[in-house]
């Protein structure tokens, strides 16, 4: 099985900031990545598709990239909104897909 | 407007059973490939079981195999889950979502809103 490994596992950051989470994949998954947003109580939602692509609706603050193994989810100002926990999702081996053990982020 | 409502979680002996529906609306139901995941209270998310949009093509995770059952009614827009020999450590919220389209069907692009299954004696 592919393993997902995100970091860090929390951050603290504050309202403008710029915030980069990385997610390792245990071996190459070319661009098959995507990541999720999920606040407290909700389901999960789609940010970021094929490890770079925007999933309509999202703001352009969210971008993503990377190939292989190493991908990241940049958020370049921070917005009220935005904290939450993210996660990251391998689809190389879809159906049968991984998920990152989250990341979350808080309010400093 | 694409929605998915989870129904059927509940409290349940372990060694019991419990079927999960989850109702589609707003999108043709029969063209999308469907997901179960789930996440244990406090914990990240695990994929479950996929079906292919016909019904004819299923996947399970190995935590699950042999025990839950995936299936799909296309004419009644509705996705079901049967859990049988449920164990504490299937204890979670169960989300079905929607596998976005094309080559984007590993994506997924819509989530209901959770229901929870708790195993407990």
Redesign the interface.
Known sequence: DIQMTQSPSSVSASVGDRVTITCRASQGISSWLAWYQQKPGKAPKLLIYAASSLQSGVPSRFSGSGSGTDFTLTISSLQPEDFATYYCQQANSFPTITFGQGTRLEIK | EVQLVESGGGLVQPGGSLRLSCAASGFTFSSY?M?WVRQAPGK????VS?ISSSGSTI?Y?DSVKGRFTISRDNAKNSLYLQMNSLRAEDTAVY?CARG?SGR??????Y????TLVTVSS
């Open positions: 490939e997901n990240g998310l695990e994929w996929y996947y995770a989300y976005s984007r069907r590993c994506y997924f692009d989530w209901g809103q959770g």
